[in-house]
């Protein structure tokens, strides 16, 4: 997806009223104009884009209906009257690159080696108003793999592959595990009603010292709701990691659970950016923190509201950026800090963001800041605004900023802080 630049403009702000805090009153916003241009902010930090592979236009095949039978020789699965009868048949059989059209019905999960199996596979639902039920999957050492359209009722696991794509798919009660993996792309897939210590996607690297990590990973577009543990959770190490656009609601910690229940949690690596994600009715928000330091990090243009704990969290993260986000209606609104166990003491920039409040918890942890609208309690950063921001409706959960007062509004060329997003689409 593409990424949603912002205004560029330095540290040294110049601003057409006195450098300090301007306090709001009746609810109203007072944006002033920003110039210049931005640094540290270079186009280097955005992960580039991955791309879903497109199917062969030639060698397809179909599994499934009431003529199917494993016996059929490839040939005679090329047509629905000689489908075969198991997506794992059809890995063996089919060759390389070639698209298999599941049809609906329901079918026993897929466990796929790249090491014995062919390589370059496009599963998808043949009919995308009747998805095919698939009793979960896992595939390690594929390449190339995709799945599209179909609804897993257990869990999806891929180790140690590259180039997989599960995209526009449903998932019952299990999740998205990828372990070890490359150029992984999971978009557009609703997850809902997991319990226990099940997640909705999660990324684990290696405790092992050199050991690969997950690299080149995109969690773009997906809804995931009603889960008990974190509905994205990214451990022990990655690079060049996205999360983009992303709806996250109803995370809600049992009683007596033994781990704390996140949206979204990262525990230390390089290169992530964090970007337009929506989250709601969630025990905590966005926390970054554990294990190792987060570096190269961004985190722009989210929404995190009705939090039971902090909107964001973010530990040990030297040089991260922090941009026109709303972080609002939580206990706490950001969190900022440092594990003595850690390396890497966190150093943010702080610009355009719409908070409830600020919690520092070392010194230093703010480098920069500036255009920032605090809810209450102290504010950082020239020009910053402090009083209740007038959105378009909160209580409906639009989170947009209305206009100003007459003579007060936005005006041409400023930065509007805040992620001007609302919670439903």
Not at 175 to 190: E, K, L, P, W
Request: hydrophobic residues 35%; aromatic residues 6%; glycine residues 12%.
């Amino acid at each position: 997806m593409p990424s949603h630049p912002n205004s560029r403009w330095s540290d040294a702000r110049t601003t057409s009223v006195a450098a300090g805090i301007v306090t709001l009153t009746l609810g109203v916003i007072a944006i002033v104009v920003l110039t210049g241009s931005t640094s540290g902010d270079s186009t280097s930090t955005e992960p580039r884009e991955l791309r879903t592979p497109a199917p062969p236009t030639t060698d397809k095949y179909v599994v499934g209906g009431p003529t199917c039978d494993d016996l059929h020789t490839a040939e005679e699965a090329r047509s629905t009257d000689g489908a075969w009868c198991t997506l794992a048949h059809a890995a063996v059989a089919a060759p390389d690159g070639a698209s298999i059209a599941v049809s609906p019905g329901t079918y026993a999960g897929l466990t796929a080696d790249g090491r014995t199996m062919r390589s370059g596979l496009h599963f998808a639902a043949a009919d995308t108003s009747r998805p095919p039920v698939v009793h979960g999957a896992e595939v390690r050492a594929v390449r190339g793999y995709s799945f599209t359209g179909l609804a897993f009722d257990r869990g999806f696991r891929i180790d140690r592959s590259k180039g997989v794509v599960v995209e526009h798919s449903s998932f019952a009660g299990a999740g998205i595990y990828v372990r070890q993996s490359s150029d992984v792309t999971i978009s557009a897939n609703r997850i809902r009603r997991l319990r226990g210590t099940a997640r909705g996607i999660m990324l684990q690297g290696s405790s092992t010292t050199g050991a690969p990590d997950n690299e080149r990973i995109r969690i773009v577009g997906n809804a995931i709701s009603d889960t008990d543990h974190d509905a994205i959770g990214v451990y022990n190490g990655y690079s060049d990691l996205r999360i983009a656009n992303n709806r996250i609601r109803d995370v809600h910690q049992p009683p007596g659970f033994a781990y704390h229940s996140d949206g979204l949690q990262l525990t230390g690596g390089d290169h992530a950016t964090i970007e337009g994600n929506v989250l709601q009715d969630v025990t905590h928000g966005i926390i970054v923190k554990d294990g190792a330091p987060t570096t190269r990090l961004v985190v722009r243009r989210n929404l995190v509201a009705r939090v039971g704990g902090a909107a964001l969290q973010l530990y040990n993260a030297p040089g991260a950026v922090i941009r026109q986000n709303t972080f609002w209606n939580a206990l706490l609104g950001v969190v900022l800090g440092n594990a003595s166990t850690v390396d890497g003491a966190t150093r943010v920039r702080l610009d355009d963001n719409v908070l409830l409040d600020l919690t520092t918890r070392s010194a230093g942890a703010v480098a920069s800041a500036g255009g920032n609208v605090f809810g209450r309690g102290r504010t950082v950063g020239r020009p910053a605004y402090r009083g209740r921001p007038r959105f378009v409706d909160a209580a409906a959960g639009d989170y947009r900023l209305r206009g100003a007062a007459p003579g007060a509004g936005i005006r041409a060329g400023s930065v509007v802080p805040g992620a001007q997003l609302r919670t439903r689409p």
